[in-house]
């Protein structure tokens, strides 16, 4: 079976303007003569290729450990947008295939949703949207398309790596870490070929 990792190294990953990367602290080295190697992470639940919990701007929303698995695994399809965009519902209506519940905008990390499209893709049955942008809305938006979306119940997964994918159908798996009272979680985004 052809699979495609379509997440980003954590330590190198893109940072949303303001917030937290993430790096690594030495606890134990085997050239130093320990026994093993470890290391403590540090990091934002936002850094990196991550999920975003209902929580996460939703009060009384779900956290990242009761999210359904159904949004992070199943059918998806890949869509490319123009890039610099903030992408629109005629956008979808004229490029995206009906049927779709979990969709994944590729635009080299540039492009965002915008506000109208939540209520538009939960109308059509999307319960997932994944970008390659470090978020699914620009600065200027930022908390009103997140509460859109994630109180339309739609999960979502911020970025992703799409270069190495083209547009179409595939078998996605990209679940969270299973982390109680917590508004997001890093993930492992595998993409496999739909036949």
Not at 57 to 80: K, Q, R, W
Not at 88 to 93: A, W
Not at 136 to 154: N, P, R, T
Not at 166 to 175: E, I, T
Request: proline fraction near 4%; include cysteine; hydrophobic fraction near 40%.
């Amino acid at each position: 079976m052809k699979y495609y990792d379509i997440t980003r190294e954590m330590i190198s990953s893109p940072v949303y303007p303001g917030g937290y990367g993430a790096h690594l602290e030495e606890c134990t080295s085997m050239l130093n003569g320990d026994a093993n190697n470890s290391n403590l992470l540090h990091c934002s639940l936002h850094a990196g290729t991550h999920c975003d919990a209902f929580l996460h701007f939703i009060a009384n929303g779900l956290d990242i450990s009761a999210m359904p698995l159904e949004h992070y695994i199943g059918p998806c399809y890949v869509l490319t947008v123009p890039e610099n965009t903030i992408v629109d519902v005629l956008f979808l209506e004229n490029y995206m295939p009906k049927g779709i519940m979990r969709l994944l905008v590729r635009s080299n990390g540039t492009s965002y949703m915008s506000l109208a499209t939540a209520g538009w893709l939960r109308a059509r049955g999307v319960i997932t949207i994944g970008l390659d942008s470090y978020s699914v809305a620009s600065m200027e938006e930022d908390q009103d398309v997140h509460v859109a979306f994630l109180g339309h119940g739609i999960a979502v997964i911020e970025s992703l790596d799409l270069s190495c994918v083209s547009d179409g159908h595939y078998n996605l798996f990209a679940a969270p870490l299973k982390i109680g009272k917590a508004e997001a979680s890093a993930c492992r985004a595998l993409l496999f070929d739909k036949y």
